[in-house]
């Protein structure tokens, strides 16, 4: 924030009494953070920053507090605003109602459909949102070499952003094999970064290879899945991002971390949460709600939420309601269930008319899907005649790790069979970008289906096509569908479409409004579960099967892959 001497001035005499101020809050309660004490007062603002608190004020504008707790605006510290499936700006309607004043996202799902172009999207949107949406730059355009992805970025591209006012530091660094093995690329990146901020991305890494990758400079974790794996991060300095999205869902397993010794080193995050778990549970109000469910202390919950996130991103101007800081506040009816009442957004009360008043600006990637159609035949599976047992991809509820397991299956002329009567079914990633048009096959057990198929063109990181069914015609008529849309996710069941959600910027928001993405993911899941699905969200748990950072076994276009050797299943 810029601000010059006369204002500077009034905001020094505002915050002593001397003049009014541009808006005051009157009669809240103010939880402080860092001590967890309880004061009435009022909250002076001048110019968008908080000028006089624990007194009492005048101002132009009054805003009456009803008596409600007060609480500084929450920070999600990593997420992908494409897993919302809306565009920055709808996602910013969306979610600021919640409290989340700020936001550090990752734009590394559209770079791998558009590169530089789909990174230059978000900042623009970023430079107009109401919230303040910040980025970190992706390093890992693509995610690894064991994927097609549709564009590349090396540091030359990262670097004509740095500068950007909204720019962070490198975002999480998922290529940590590359890290230890000093792949040059990498290294590049990392030597650009040092003594800037540099996100981390280290599911199951500990001991030595740990220390290597810290080594680097990177700093935050969000990948931790069990307490004894955070403890061993925040032991070696790591800051943890307790992590709670639609498909991983880690707090209740870290929920004990978070402690009144821990607290200034945690912080929280969503990763990739969509838009119908948003209106049904909430945002950060819900992680919020549900750590102090869980026991943890109400003021630590609430500092990680908001001061330990900012110190954590070099955040310096927020996560206090404090005089000389950012007026990012959030009212509450109730601080143990987080029951938000009003937000403020560097000192706006928000309404509509803020979300209203932002310039648009014009959507990119519309013409991203490249692939052909594809008929029953693409999904017959070869029989392997090297092993009597078929690798197959192991799905659990809540986690974005798979597991791997075998299976016998049976052969005929079709090829191998899935086996629905186990819970195998088959599973293909067909490369969308126009590049070579591989297709791989293989089998995924976890789902629960008993008839028909689910496709997506939403597949983490490098965002090809994946389906998974029970028979080959209904897996063609899903695939078909996604590239007449454009991109999207699709049921098909009998040879016919049953539910579909188009999503044309680059394979991976909408152009409609949240609330309706909403209502048609609410028919997409009926759809699937009338399949027989059994998982909670299934078209995220589909886009995940496709990341070959995530242990242990995945799926590329370019066949089946074991994380854990790093190399492709022979």
């Known amino acids: 924030m810029t601000v010059s001497p006369e204002l500077l001035t009034r905001m020094i005499k505002a915050g002593a009494g001397e003049v009014p101020a541009d808006v005051v809050i009157k009669n809240v309660r103010l939880l402080d953070v860092i001590s967890g004490s309880i004061t009435h007062t009022d909250i002076a603002i001048v110019a968008g920053r908080i000028v006089g608190t624990y007194g009492y004020y005048n101002g132009a504008q009054l805003i009456e507090g009803e008596n409600r707790f007060v609480v500084p605006g929450f920070i999600d510290t990593h997420l992908h605003i494409e897993s919302s499936l809306v565009t920055p700006f709808e996602f910013d309607r969306c979610v600021l109602p919640h409290g989340v004043t700020t936001v550090i996202c990752d734009p590394h799902e559209i770079a791998n459909v558009l590169g530089a172009d789909g990174i230059r999207y978000f900042l623009e949107c970023a430079e107009r949102t109401v919230m303040d949406l910040r980025v970190n730059l992706s390093s890992c ?96 300095g790591m800051a943890i991002l307790i992590r709670e999205g639609s498909v991983s869902k880690d707090l209740d397993a870290l929920a004990e971390i978070l402690d009144a010794n821990t607290s200034a080193y945690v912080a929280l995050c969503t990763d990739d949460r969509n838009p119908l778990d948003i209106l049904e549970e909430g945002h950060l109000d819900s992680s919020i709600r549900r750590l102090i469910a869980r026991g943890r202390p109400l003021h630590h919950v609430y500092r990680a939420a908001s001061h330990s996130a900012a110190r954590i991103f070099g955040l310096k101007d927020r996560g206090l309601v404090a005089p000389g800081y950012r007026a990012d506040m959030v009212l509450l009816d109730n601080l143990e269930t987080c029951a938000v009442a009003e937000v403020i957004s560097n000192g706006r ?10 310039k648009p600006v014009p959507p990119v990637g519309l013409a991203s899907m490249k692939a052909e159609r594809v008929g029953a035949s693409t999904f017959i599976v070869p029989p392997n005649p090297r092993q009597n047992e078929t690798p197959v991809i192991a799905v659990r509820p ?81 695939v078909n569908r996604l590239i007449e849309l ?73 066949g089946l892959f074991d994380v854990d050797r790093f190399d492709f299943v022979r």
């Open 349 to 358: 009360l928000i309404r509509p008319e803020l979300f209203e008043a932002r």
């Open 141 to 236: 355009v693509p995610a690894t070499p064991h994927e097609t992805s549709g564009a590349r970025l090396e540091i030359a591209d990262l670097e004509k952003f740095r500068s950007h006012p909204q720019v962070i530091g490198l975002a999480e660094m998922m290529n940590f094999p590359g890290v230890l093995a000093g792949d040059p690329g990498i290294i590049a990146k990392l030597t650009a970064f040092q003594g800037g901020h540099i996100d981390g991305h280290a599911p199951l890494l500990s001991d030595l290879a740990l220390n290597g990758y810290l080594a680097a400079g990177i700093r935050t974790d969000h990948e931790a899945t069990t307490a004894v794996e955070a403890r061993e991060k925040l032991k070696k």
């Open 398 to 478: 809540g986690l974005i790790i798979t597991y791997r397991e075998s299976a016998v299956l049976e052969v005929s002329e079709l090829g191998t069979l899935p086996d629905i009567e186990n819970d195998v079914i088959k599973i293909a990633v067909i490369e969308r970008h126009g590049i070579n048009g591989n297709v791989a096959r293989s089998f995924t057990k976890g789902f629960g289906l008993k008839q028909g198929a689910i496709a997506s063109s939403v597949g983490h990181d490098s965002h090809n096509i994946t389906v998974v069914g029970v028979n080959d015609v209904d897996m063609a008529v899903a």
């Open 486 to 558: 454009g991109g999207g996710f699709a049921v098909a069941d009998g040879g016919k479409v049953t539910a579909e959600l188009a999503l044309p910027i680059a394979g991976l928001m909408s152009l409609l409004s949240f609330e309706a993405v909403a209502e048609k993911l609410h028919h997409l899941r009926e759809a699937a579960y009338a399949l027989g699905c059994t998982l909670p969200e299934p078209f995220l748990q589909v886009a995940f099967l496709a990341l070959p950072v995530i242990p242990h076994l995945k799926m590329t276009d370019r």
